[in-house]
């Protein structure tokens, strides 16, 4: 099994920290975040995978790879956009990276703002037995819900249902951005794709493919770890707080690049 890591975004919500370089490079706990990712993909067997960036930051991941070398061997890859405006979507740079990587075994997607503690090998054992799977959390608020995506579970574990960014969701257990699939998922991209739908969130793939094949869930408790999604500056420095990091001082006003 390969990973795709999606490290493709602009991250203007956490401007001014990403003028100058991704999200993904920003220090938790004194090392860059996407080091502490890595650590958990390795940790569960995973031995090389494809990072997707965009032009503007390529050279900073390159530069990351070649001081930081790790266990899990990465192929970097630009998928040529300059701008939030022109970026793909998270859909199009997955599609991107298993073509131009030529993935062609089972994959596991992660987005690459995703900082947790928990071990993967429970989700992977359950990929192992059922198929495609995707981890649900109890993120513990309901706001917080209603930027995720929330499935609907059958007594088997298979998603029923499967809605991103729900407006009024039904409770706190929400998907986290992880989502192991099987080799033919990758033709399943390409169609979801050429049939032009929404390029944006990973959540609407999942809600488009389940009613193309069997997608399970498998939940991962609190008491296995803590999670968090760095999509803010307040969200980034209660994580830089968790993992035993210092907090961040802001000065002055930025300027657009």
Not at 7 to 27: E, N, Q, S, V, Y
Request: proline fraction near 5%.
């Amino acid at each position: 099994m390969r990973c795709v890591v999606l490290c493709a975004g602009f991250a203007t919500r956490l401007r001014p920290l990403t003028l100058d370089r991704p999200k993904h490079l920003l220090p938790v706990a004194g090392r860059p975040m996407l080091d502490h990712l890595l650590d958990r993909l390795a940790a569960s067997g995973i031995a090389s995978g494809v990072l997707i960036t965009n032009h503007r930051f390529i050279s900073d991941f390159e530069t990351w790879a070649r001081e930081r070398p790790h266990r899990l061997r990465l192929e970097l890859i630009d998928d040529r956009t300059e701008t939030n405006e022109s970026r793909l979507g998270s859909i199009g740079d997955l599609h991107f990276a298993l073509e131009h990587a030529d993935v062609r075994e089972d994959f596991i997607v992660v987005n690459g703002d995703n900082l947790f503690t928990f071990s993967l090998d429970p989700l992977l054992r359950a990929f192992r037995e059922r198929g495609n799977t995707i981890a649900l959390y109890d993120v513990g608020s309901l706001d917080v819900a209603r930027r995720m995506g929330q499935a609907t579970l059958a007594p088997d574990g298979h998603v029923s249902e499967f809605v991103e960014k729900p407006a009024h969701p039904a409770g706190t257990l929400a998907s986290i951005g992880i989502y192991a699939y099987q080799q033919p998922v990758r033709a399943l991209v390409a169609r979801y794709l050429a049939e032009r739908h929404a390029a944006d969130r990973t959540g609407d793939f999942v809600a488009w493919l389940h009613r193309q094949v069997d997608v399970f869930a498998h939940v991962i408790p609190p008491e296995a770890g803590v999670w968090f999604d760095i999509g803010s500056l307040d969200q980034y420095q209660e994580a830089n707080r968790a993992f035993g990091g210092e907090a961040v001082e802001l000065r002055g006003e930025p300027r657009e690049p």
